[in-house]
């Protein structure tokens, strides 16, 4: 979570300097949204820490929980952008599961010479999965198709033809090592690793001290490089607010929140050093993540698509091609359920004709719990990827405490709607 | 002598950290016209959501007195029961139902839940009777006009049996006629003995039909006039807290060269492409200049500039735009805007913002690259951007940061204003720039135009108040039946002018 270095939370800043503790409260308030969600997730960890006995914050159950929900996050920001923009993609598991039977075809049976190699395959299965996002998103955008029913529609045909294109029930295997590092690798140790302290064995052949901790340095490395860009930038956003003369958050209240946020991704840092290292899914993601969050808050294609889900019409009417949005926004997400669908394939090692299955879903509730709203307009890509979380820990925690699988679908049926309620109550108290 | 049916007393509604109302009182006697008025914001609407129930008893300080009874109304059903019915400013009608069954919706006539249609379209057509609509019950609501639609909303007032019937500025999107017919309607129902509050910001309605006048001004009670004593000054007076001695602001015209013209413009209707709209129309507009399009309802002034601004309505459109001097493609909004062209809607919920978001956001829409480098958005100079709009045209909210949805219509309208000023057209269409505001914001609007012209904007104003062109215009247009029926300057104009030329028009066209 190192790589959130999104800008100091703007909302609840008032103009007037002499102001300070009101606006830390009302700081506070308006983004308790926010903060909730973050405190939900910490809370949720804590609980199933506590339940498994330690088990999940172990180093290599935090490397297979990125690994089994990196495809979920990932989809999710497509995701976020598709809702925002007041729209829905239900075929996002059946994109993910294709494009994941056609990259293992790729590499395993066709006779493609050159072009069965992974990285060559990823790139033509990412531009088809763009490609599946504009035919989708054309219907939406310029023929005004409703997207639940044109995804619905493409829900049913992508996994038909994923299911065609692996010959029935059978599945297509394995695939190379190369292209499984995409989930199950790590990056590589550049600077080499270092044992932290050297134990000291007795003459019985017992360790007196040290425990012998072997750490990846280069993820150490990029944790603490992560965590002092993250609180140089917050600094910078501070700066600039102060120069044009508006009041920032109260410094206290900064300090802290960096100072937490920090804490949090260096410990998680540590736990993957000294294991394999920060896993190649995860680095993907986090850039992925930074990438989204900079394109929603910063960049102006961000900020139509709010305008766009909050107010179609008057988008349009204030210059804004609204359909050619909504089409980027669909081919935005083709792409993301196509990498979805190589994470999925690189994990399992094959194609298999129920990947992805029902995974839409999951990537649907993740945006939920993560605050959008179904009406369009309101969403924010922290909040996905932290509902994203929110139901990874759910299901690994559940899986390592034994909770049949049914009920694991009760808990977080009841978890995606506890979520909306305290979302839309805390709306009506505002 | 009459009674008192009303009586609501020290009336106090607090929101988190707003006094919308505080001990506010208004006594209404049985059978008479009483009107309500007070700037956008004031809280007549709050007043009026308190006295039916729509914020619970228990919620509010104070007391309601109807017909003897102290009330504690606990939703509109207890206020409904008693006979007290407000129609919202808003119509609360479902547009794909009939009217028969929007009269009697959640209050069918039906023996064990199966309804029994003849009986409801027998009332119904009774109840249509009495308020003057002749309309098949069976018709459906979205193939009405807005005028019906409220006739609608009124019978089913009627419907429930209505003693104090609540119009919350019930002539706002109606034209002149269908206003006329209204207060018709509601002096006739005086006459029946039908109590009636009205809310209004059109000053001439409330001198022609009410009997007594309440004022209230930011959240308090100034005065309650008799019939004798209400004038449109005195009320202005109350209702601003300063006399307003001039409603329209001066200006210098400095009138320059034509910047836009537009020839021969004819526009075709969406779906009935046979039916065309606008009938070639060719209009100019200088530098410096504010042109008034005057017309009643349904004259096509807003399917005009619409179809002008990026064929945003109609098809088959044909015509040619000029721009200092030279012809333009206006074919897409984009297009329009790009080539200095602006157009502020008249219907600024709808088309005109966001109203989920700030009013930061809202007012940097329509020009996001003059906040941005290669696409990304200067955080900071759009916080400018928008904190120097909110003062120059005085936006009154606690920031930049309050949602639009939030704002009351003046300042909503000042939002929407701000961001096609941002814009920096040369070109400015306003489309009924005042509908639905206050006196105060009214003039603050006049202002900017004022300035606007001053700066050498050419401006177009479409309005359906021809007060407002006569006193803010340099020359009119009067339109009629999507032509151009009468062309003059506003030195020589007057309403009676006005009439005849869109009267002429008519007969013209038939």
Known sequence: MSTESGPVPKSGVAEDVQQGPRIAVSALVTNLREYGLILALIAIMVFFQYTTSGTLFKPVNLSNLVQQNSFIIVMALGMLLVIVSGHIDLSVGSVAGFIGALAAMMMVIWPLGPFSNPLVVSIICLVVGGAIGAAQGYWIAYHRIPSFIVTLAGMLIFRGICQALLGGGSSVGPLPVGFKALSSGFIPDVIGSLTLIPPVVNAAGKTIVGSGLTLHMTTIVIGIVAVLAYAYFGLRARRSRERHGYQAEPFSLFVVKTLVTSALALFLVYQFATYRGLPIVLVVMGVLIALFVFVTKRMTVGRRIYAMGGNAKAAQLSGIKTERLTLMVFINMGVLSALGGLIIAARLGQAVPAAGLGSELDVIAAVFIGGASAMGGVGQVIGAVVGGFIMGVMNNGMSIMGVNVDWQQVVKGLVLLGAVIFDVYNKNKA | ?510
Request: glycine share 8%.
């Open chain 2, 1 to 510: 002598m009459a009674s008192t049916i009303l009586e609501m007393r020290d009336i106090t509604k607090t929101f988190p950290g707003v006094k919308a109302l505080s001990n506010v009182n208004l006594s209404v006697e049985e059978g008479e016209i009483h009107a309500v008025v007070g700037e956008n914001g004031a809280g007549k609407s709050t007043l009026m959501k308190v006295l039916s129930g729509v914020y619970p008893a228990g919620t509010y300080d104070g007391e309601i007195v109807y017909r003897g009874d102290e009330c504690h109304f606990k939703g509109i059903h207890d206020s409904e029961r008693r006979g007290i019915v407000i129609i919202h400013q808003e119509l609360a009608l479902v547009p794909m139902l009939s009217i028969a069954e929007n009269i009697f919706l959640g209050n069918e006539h039906a023996s064990y839940g199966i309804i029994d249609w003849n009986a409801n379209e027998t009332r119904t057509s009774a109840l249509l009777k009495k308020v003057g609509l002749r309309e098949d019950p069976k018709t459906l609501i979205t193939n009405i006009g807005v005028g019906k639609q409220q006739l609608v909303e009124i019978a089913k007032a009627l419907s429930k049996e209505v003693q104090l019937l609540i119009l919350d500025e019930p002539t706002a999107s109606l034209s002149e006629k269908d206003s006329q017919a209204l207060l018709d309607l509601l002096l006739e129902f005086k006459r029946q003995g039908i109590t009636s509050i009205l809310i209004s910001h059109k000053l001439n309605e409330i001198n022609r039909v009410a009997d007594k006048v309440t004022i209230i001004r930011d959240g308090r009670t100034i005065e309650t006039l008799a019939k004798k004593d209400i004038s449109e000054d005195r009320i202005i007076t109350s209702m601003v807290g300063r006399s307003l001695d001039d409603r329209y602001p001066s200006r210098e015209p400095d009138i320059g060269e034509v910047v836009l013209q537009v020839k021969n413009w004819s526009v075709y209707h969406p779906i009935h492409a046979e039916r065309q709209v606008i009938k070639g129309i060719d209009i100019d507009v200088r530098k410096g200049e504010v042109v008034g399009i005057a017309g009643l309802m349904g004259a096509g002034r807003t399917e005009f500039a619409m179809s002008l601004f990026g064929r945003s309505y109609g098809r088959h459109i044909t015509g040619e735009v000029l721009l200092n001097g030279k012809p333009i493609d206006v074919s897409s909004v984009s297009k329009a805007v790009e080539h200095g062209i602006a157009y502020v809607t008249e219907d600024r919920k709808t088309y005109g913002l966001n109203l989920i978001d700030h009013i930061k956001h809202n007012i940097t829409l329509a020009n996001l690259p003059g906040v941005s480098r290669h696409s990304v958005i200067d955080d900071m100079r759009e916080l400018a951007v928008a904190n120097d709009y909110k003062a120059k045209t005085n936006i009154r909210s606690s920031s930049v940061y309050q949602m639009t949805g939030n704002l009351s219509g003046g300042n909503q309208q000042k939002v929407v204003l701000s961001k096609w000023l941002f814009a920096n057209p040369e070109v400015l269409i306003l489309d009924e720039p005042t509908r639905g505001i206050d006196v105060g914001a009214k003039y603050e609007i006049y202002t900017i135009i004022a300035r606007l012209a001053a700066e050498g904007k050419a401006i177009i104003v479409i309005s359906s108040e021809m007060p407002e062109l006569l006193g803010i215009t340099d020359r009119i247009y009067v339109m009629n039946e999507g032509r151009i029926v009468g062309e003059m300057a506003a030195s020589d104009a007057s309403q009676e002018k006005i009439m005849r030329a869109i009267v002429r028009g008519e007969g013209k066209a038939s």
